[in-house]
C-alpha cells in the first residue's frame, strides 16, 4: 500500500538559517513526488514535483527537493528560510497507474519561525 | 484568471442535517476531486469525477456521502445526516486533462463543522 511519512510534526527554526523538511514513501511502482504549502485558512499551494529526470527539483520560493529511490525518500530543502515561510507543508505521493489525481499525503510538517 | 473555487468558506450544522459544499473549477478545467482533511491530519482523496461523470469513489464513504459534476454548474459534496466525525476541511481540486502529468490546483477549502 502506498504510504507517506513526514517525521517531524513540527519543526522551528531561525529567521535566515537553513531548511530541510523529511518525506519518506512507499510505494510500488514509479512515484510521482509533490510538496505542498498551507498557510493558515487557505489552499494548497504547489511548490514542486517529480516526475522523471534529474533527481534534484528546483521550485517555487526558493525550495528545493531531492529524489532519493535508494532511501525512498524526497526531502524538502531551503538555504535561507523567511518570516513568510511559517506554514504547513506536506508531501504527497501518486503514481502512474493511478495518476496525480489520487495523491496520498503526508500528515505534514508545521514550521514556525523565530524572528 | 479565478482559481478553484469553493463555496461556503465556513460551514455549521447541527448533527442530522445535511451539508452541501460547492467546487467551481479553474477556467478550462473539466476534471475534479474531492479530498478530506481531518485535524492533525493530511489530506485523504475521497472522489475523481468528470463532467457528468464519477470516475473513481474508492475513498468516500460508503453511506451518507455523494458527488457530483453536472453538465452545467459547480461541483457538489453533499453529506446527508452530518456527525460530529464529519468536521473536516473539505478540499477542491482541478486539472485540465488526464492528470497523470499534470498537477492538481486546489481551492481554499471549506470548513464543516458539526456541532
Known amino acids: 500500500a502506498q504510504s507517506v511519512t513526514q517525521p517531524d510534526i513540527h519543526i522551528t527554526v531561525s529567521e535566515g538559517a537553513s531548511l530541510e523538511l523529511r518525506c519518506n514513501y512507499s510505494?510500488?511502482?514509479?512515484?510521482?513526488l509533490f510538496w505542498y504549502v498551507q498557510s493558515p485558512g487557505q489552499g494548497l499551494q504547489l511548490l514542486l514535483k517529480y516526475f522523471s529526470g534529474d533527481t534534484l527539483v528546483q521550485g517555487i520560493k526558493g525550495f528545493e527537493a531531492e529524489f532519493k529511490r535508494s532511501q525512498s525518500s524526497f526531502n524538502l530543502r531551503k538555504p535561507s528560510v523567511h518570516w513568510s515561510d511559517a506554514a504547513e507543508y506536506f508531501c504527497a505521493v501518486g503514481g502512474a497507474i493511478q495518476g496525480a489525481q489520487k495523491l496520498v499525503f503526508g500528515q505534514g510538517t508545521r514550521l514556525t519561525i523565530n524572528p | 484568471n479565478a482559481g478553484v473555487m469553493q463555496n461556503p468558506r465556513h460551514l455549521v450544522r447541527r448533527r442530522g442535517q445535511e451539508a452541501r459544499l460547492r467546487c467551481s473549477p479553474m477556467k478550462g478545467h473539466s476534471h475534479v476531486y474531492w479530498y478530506r482533511q481531518l485535524p492533525e491530519e493530511g489530506l485523504k482523496f475521497m472522489v475523481y469525477l468528470q463532467k457528468e461523470n464519477i470516475i473513481d469513489e474508492s475513498g468516500m464513504p460508503k453511506e451518507r456521502f455523494s458527488a457530483e459534476f453536472p453538465k452545467e454548474g459547480p461541483s457538489i459534496l453533499r453529506i446527508q445526516q452530518v456527525v460530529r466525525g464529519d468536521s473536516a476541511a473539505y478540499f477542491c481540486a482541478s486539472s485540465p486533462r488526464d492528470p497523470h502529468f499534470t498537477t492538481l490546483h486546489f481551492g481554499n477549502g471549506t470548513r464543516l463543522t458539526v456541532t
Open positions: 510505494y510500488g511502482a514509479t512515484p510521482y
